[in-house]
Nanobody, 123 residues
Framework: QVQLVESGGGSVQAGGSLRLSCAASVYTGGRYCVGWFRQAPGKAREALASIDRTGRLRYADSVKDRFTISIDNAKTTLYLQMNSLKPEDTGMYYC?????????????????WGQGTQVTVSS
């Protein structure tokens, strides 16, 4: 199991930006699929973006032109740069790790989860 800890959430006005970070307890390069999900109040958890073991990036259509997923050279910190934020981006954001990236991206493909960081976007 990989231990994951998110940070960087907060409150921002619509149109603003935030960068989320996720610190992993182990080196993830070439070993894990890593990704970001979010969950809005009363809604199911939604897949946002992932990086597979080869470094391939995938994005949900709802965020692909506004969010950027990346990982540091040490392969221990995952990031999600979020630009042009909208009120509908409000929710709890989670990073996750699993053995393989699948398409479409689903919760069940991930075996390790962080505790989440809250993002609130006001209009």
């Amino acid at each position: 199991q990989v231990q994951l800890v998110e940070s960087g959430g907060g409150s921002v006005q619509a149109g603003g930006s935030l960068r989320l970070s996720c610190a992993a307890s182990v080196y993830t390069g070439g070993r894990y699929c890593v990704g970001w999900f979010r969950q809005a109040p009363g809604k199911a958890r939604e897949a946002l973006a992932s990086i597979d073991r080869t470094g391939r990036l995938r994005y949900a259509d709802s965020v692909k032109d506004r969010f950027t997923i990346s990982i540091d050279n040490a392969k221990t910190t995952l990031y999600l740069q979020m630009n042009s934020l909208k009120p509908e981006d409000t929710g709890m954001y989670y990073c996750a790790a699993g053995p393989l990236c699948m398409s479409p991206m689903r919760e069940r493909h991930f075996t390790s989860w962080g505790q989440g960081t809250q993002v609130t976007v006001s209009s």
